[in-house]
């Protein structure tokens, strides 16, 4: 009979990503609180690489794990994005909301790697493959939390405050009482492709706008890059938009995207699919309990803001979560309130921001896809 095990920490965060992670370091920076991260994955999980301004690398140095400590493949700098959005002929630029910014496609594996790696050498404890199971909460025990190991079975987390930065996938927010908002049903379907011989292609992103949704791709170290449709989950399953030869019949019938690859895409590809909708989480009225970068909202990837936004928001909320072991109750409160008080303002800024991009394309007005954003 396998016995369970019991441990206790001052703060436990629910999620491994650049999110959690973030939040962790900024805690065994800053603090002497006992911090522990459980991830459900055995962090051997595909990730999807993103684009990311050089705003990255101050908030790198603020976690004290600089760009120097990340090989030099982790961050490839985009010489521009040229977008075919509104219209046939191409918008040049550097980004999509930041223009004077330099880009950079992100290596995620590495990145993501590196900052684990980070936690975990100041002493953070990581728990992989542990499946969240239970959550309760007492005002004299603090959060108690069951998760399941696939090696150790039952693992029993107590501990005093909780930080979710498990995504915009987390159930964690149903489990504590709450509930998420979606806006839309926005859904990547997208490979990582090699181009073949010695094809070597331009440091740049390319973005094009369809009748169904919109196309984006970008150059990654060597001869690969990402590729990826975005559309409303509903539209991709309607267009079998999940089956490889579909993916690659809607490809070739843009009339810039293609060109890219400079038409050698591989005859066998494998497809992944990833949520790319528009969140928002109520948690401010949970006791010891915080919500940090997709799991409080999450947005459009049109924007670029994932990263940036799931990174300062989790140190942001660390901050607090560390002055909770200090303040009153009453006075932390308050503070978790401004705190989600600023991500919604964050959030209502990001929409109105998305809403006049969106607004730029007229061509398919009468498409389910467009008539959607054009309405909201």
Not at 141 to 168: C, M, P, Y
Request: with cysteine; aromatic share 10%.
């Amino acid at each position: 009979m396998t016995q369970q095990i019991n441990h206790s920490y001052d703060v436990l965060i629910i999620g491994a990503g650049p999110a959690g992670t973030s939040a962790a370091l900024t805690l065994l920076n800053h603090s002497d609180l006992r911090v522990a991260i459980i991830e459900q994955s055995d962090l051997q999980k595909l990730r999807v690489g993103e684009s990311v301004s050089s705003t990255l690398f101050p908030l790198l140095d603020y976690l004290q794990v600089p760009k120097d400590c990340f090989n030099a493949d982790c961050f490839t700098e985009t010489q521009s994005t040229i977008a075919f959005w509104g219209s046939d002929t191409a918008t040049q630029r550097h980004a999509i909301f930041a223009a004077d910014m330099s880009t950079y496609q992100v290596d995620r594996e590495q990145f993501d790697l590196t900052l684990i790696d980070a936690v975990a050498g100041r002493g953070g404890i990581i728990y992989p493959r542990s499946k969240l199971q239970y959550m309760t909460f007492s005002e004299e025990a603090g959060w108690q939390v069951t998760v399941q190991h696939k090696e150790h079975g039952k693992i029993t987390l107590n501990t005093g405050f909780i930080i979710d930065a498990s995504g915009r996938n987390s159930t964690v927010i149903n489990k504590v009482g709450s509930q998420r908002k979606s806006l839309d049903k926005l859904t990547g379907v997208g490979a990582f492709v090699r181009c073949k011989g010695d094809t070597r292609l331009p440091r740049e992103q390319v973005i094009e706008s369809t009748k169904h949704g919109w196309w984006y791709i970008a150059a990654l170290p060597g001869q690969h890059a990402v590729v990826t449709f975005f559309s409303d989950s509903d539209l991709l399953s309607s267009l079998r938009m999940n089956r490889p030869e579909q993916w690659l019949s809607a490809l070739q019938e843009t009339n810039h995207a293609k060109h890219f690859l400079r038409n050698e895409l591989p005859a066998n590809i494998e497809l992944w699919v990833r949520k790319a909708n528009s969140t928002q989480t109520q948690f401010d009225h949970i006791k010891h309990f915080v919500s940090v970068g997709d799991a409080a909202c999450s947005f459009d990837p049109i924007s670029s803001m994932g990263l940036g936004f799931a990174m300062t928001s989790s140190a942001q909320a660390a901050v607090l979560v560390s002055q909770s072991f200090k303040e009153k109750d009453e006075r932390i409160s308050k503070l978790l309130q401004q705190y989600q008080k600023d991500i919604y303002n964050n959030f209502e800024d990001y929409l109105s921001l998305r809403n006049m991009f969106y607004a730029k394309e007229k061509r398919w007005a009468g498409s389910p896809f467009w008539q959607r954003r054009l309405s909201a």
